[in-house]
């Protein structure tokens, strides 16, 4: 980016700097640590000059908002136009207590909505299952048929904002209870927007809540994006996670490119199967985590950017929609403390901020007291008010790609792209993601970047404050959030009478045409649509296809 | 020589967060004692049962869905059940402080929250085992 002359002046003088300036100040002040390291371990220098980007080409390589790599920003306006969605996880107890936390939020201002499910709804259970003892609502929402998720969104304009459904294994299932309740309020599914995360590679890596072996996972993620493009055109059908995959313990590096290598790897198995890149490419959104180390974090979303438009060029993909790479981001839930949890107001705002100076699309801040419990209604209206405060008081919206062009952004930017590259060539020669999945070669990766982390932690070579330094004998000052203990009792009563009223021979129809459409190759989606329709749980829907697919066991790896 | 101590970490229910287990699974074996991981997804019956197969001192549970009260409760219940009491019980996750003294008259003797050292685990675990 810079002429060879000027390059060479500036080298000329960087090397008198260090020889007659820095090293001699360093001698009367040594530096306060032997080495400085980010989170990847990546070695950070002191200072970074035009020298370090001078290999970038500006057009090529850095460009325009809006234009190809779309390094910079995906839109030509960004934040100028439109601020990013604020859009809080959340979701507990049952589906009344969670509409009316859903309300609340969108009264203080929050603009898109995003349902957390608890664990019998992740696995696909019923809450009368025997493996949902327990489980019912602690982490997220009950929902096991289309008459919960009427209740969920009751009185909310689903015509007007856009729901994000953390769901996986049965993402298609649960995704036919929102388009079934919008057809049945008169909304047409032409109109309604959302994402489902419906990413089960990442599911088999780190969060671990699958169903299905992979090859049928795949089969229904593609079916989704064919039925996504052709009739729920404004729907992301896919959220490739990297969130999930930094929480397990990975460094900002192996969330990268184990992120982008799961989508690549969507886009591999929905082109064999004669799919147009160009039709299904643009409603492919991803989801990254924003964890504490500012400025890697800023370069990793730019990066993410960069590598995806290129990739996504090699395949083929032609539409500009179809290679920028959109992203929601999430604050990073494993860096917030038990220890003073008041304290995790300010983590939250420096990681909000470098989500935001990243070039987020849609943003969800955690709630201080996450370390201990599902948040209070005081602690997430706080969090989302952090966001708030960044969009409308901090001036960081004001221009495009703020910190573009920085000699040490660039230049990290590029070396976590290199990173990947080299990530991706590890897996290729594995034989590519899910044999790489069934070696176990990611979790083992993550597994050995957690350990080092606490490892780190424990000997005082990394400072968390509170936890080993600046720690308090406090006594915990902050209210809890406390469920409605009647709530399991209502759901259970809630699916007898279901399954009691329904229309018995159209729900037997439909089950056992799902069955047999599932032990051939058609697109699943419309007998999932008319089983949701004609009150099948989710239970029973994915039992259906358990029966057919079987079922996923990974081997425990430490 | 001494038995070294036997330690299962389980993860009861169908909870998915398994980076604090298996930490904890390497820092134990890294303390000289015998980890058995058995993964994910376990039912209460199945943990019991591969602490009996297995002979253990020690069963570390570690659960973040907030399914605690029921599931760590339910372990303790089945090992009195089985007259296994003098299997020492610990747990950790996301545990809010009002659930701690119910658990620990259930029988969980240790519980540990998120920002534990892993030596106070070790400690802990080397100080209170029965054998």
Known sequence: MYEKKGLNKIKDKRVDWEKNCHSKAVKNRPERKKKFENLSASQIKSLYTPEDIAHLDYDKDVGFPGKYPFLRGVYPTMYRGQLWTMRQFSGFGSAEETNNRYKYLLDHGETGLSVAFDYPTLYGYDTDHPLARGEFGKCGVAISSLKDMEILFSDIPIDKVTTSMTINGPAAIVWAFYIANAENRGISKGIIGGTIQNDILKEYIAQKSWIFPPEPSMRLIVDTFEYGFK??????????????????GSTAIQELAFTLGDGLEYVRWAVKRGLKIDDFAPRLSFFFNAHNDFFEEIAKYRAARRIWAKEMKKLGAKKDRSLLMRFHTQTAGCSLTAQQPEINIVRVTMQALAAVLGGTQSL?????????????????????????????????????????????IEWLTDKMEEETYRYFEKVERL???????????????????????????????????????????????IPILKMDEKGEHRQVNRLKKLRKDRDQSKFDRNISCLKKVAEGNDNLMPYILDCVHSYATLGETCDVLREVFGEYVEPAIY | MERKIRVLVAKPGLDGHDRGAKIIARALRDAGMEVIYTGLHQTTEMIVETAVQEDVNVIALSLLSGAHMTLFTDVTKLLKEKKMEDVLVVGGGVIPEDDIPELKKAGVSGIFGPGTHTETIVKFIKKNVKR
């Open chain 1, 231 to 248: 009739e729920v055109p404004r729907w992301n059908t896919i959220s490739i996670s990297g969130y999930h995959i930094r929480e397990a």
């Open chain 1, 431 to 477: 034989g590519g993601v899910i044999p790489a999945i069934e070696k176990g070669f990611f979790q083992r990766e993550i597994a050995e970047s957690a350990y080092k982390y606490q490892k780190e932690i424990d000997e005082n070579t990394r400072t968390i404050v509170g936890v080993n330094k600046h720690k308090m004998d406090e006594e915990l000052s």
């Open chain 1, 364 to 408: 969800h801040t955690n709630s201080m007291d996450e370390a201990l419990a599902l948040p209070s209604e005081k602690a997430v209206r706080i969090a989302l008010r952090t966001q708030q405060i960044i969009a409308e008081e901090s001036g960081v919206t004001d221009t495009i790609d703020p910190l573009g062009g920085s000699y040490y």
